[in-house]
């Protein structure tokens, strides 16, 4: 039976990474090869053999989680509010001259807001962290004539779909 897998979630589980670590190294001292334990726990063969060696250098204590999540993030919760919240008006009301936001553009808004530069990627991450995704404008001729477009599909089509049976 294999172990449950971690939550999918931007934040792991901690415990959960601790624990299977803990029972790769139990499996080893029962005798189990590395790839069967890699498969039996839906890990890589290399994952098992870093904690095997991990072990034998520190001990358990080695696989036993460090308790930090990471570097603190430079945007506080008000912050990421305030630039969902600006996104969301769109950038001609921010004073831009297109209603199409760049990642340069919210980069900038970011540091006005936060005060923290952020390259494209990074800023990438906080647009979808907050719910965003890549949206491709509607390009239109600025010619189209929506009524001559409706009364072709209307009265002329039909006549044509008929002629190609």
Request: hydrophobic residues 35%; charged residues 30%.
């Amino acid at each position: 039976m294999k172990q449950r897998k971690p939550p999918l979630s931007q934040e792991r589980d901690r415990k959960f990474l601790e624990q299977r670590r803990l029972k790769a190294i139990k499996l080893k001292k029962k005798g189990w090869s590395q790839y069967k334990i890699a498969n039996h726990l839906g890990v890589s063969f290399e994952a098992v053999s870093n904690w095997v060696e991990l072990y034998k250098e520190s001990g358990l204590k080695g696989l036993k989680s460090k308790g930090h999540p990471g570097p603190q993030s430079q945007l506080t919760a008000a912050e990421r509010k305030k630039l969902k919240a600006a996104i969301l008006k769109g950038p001609k009301a921010l004073g831009h001259t297109t209603g199409i936001w760049t990642l340069e553009r919210i980069a900038s808004l970011i540091e006005d807001i936060g005060g923290a530069k952020f390259k494209t990627t990074q800023t990438w991450r906080i647009v979808t962290s907050l719910g965003f995704s890549c949206q491709k404008p509607i390009t239109r001729a600025k010619e189209r004539n929506e009524a001559a477009i409706k009364n072709w599909k209307l009265n002329e089509f039909p006549g044509l779909k008929k002629m190609g049976r």
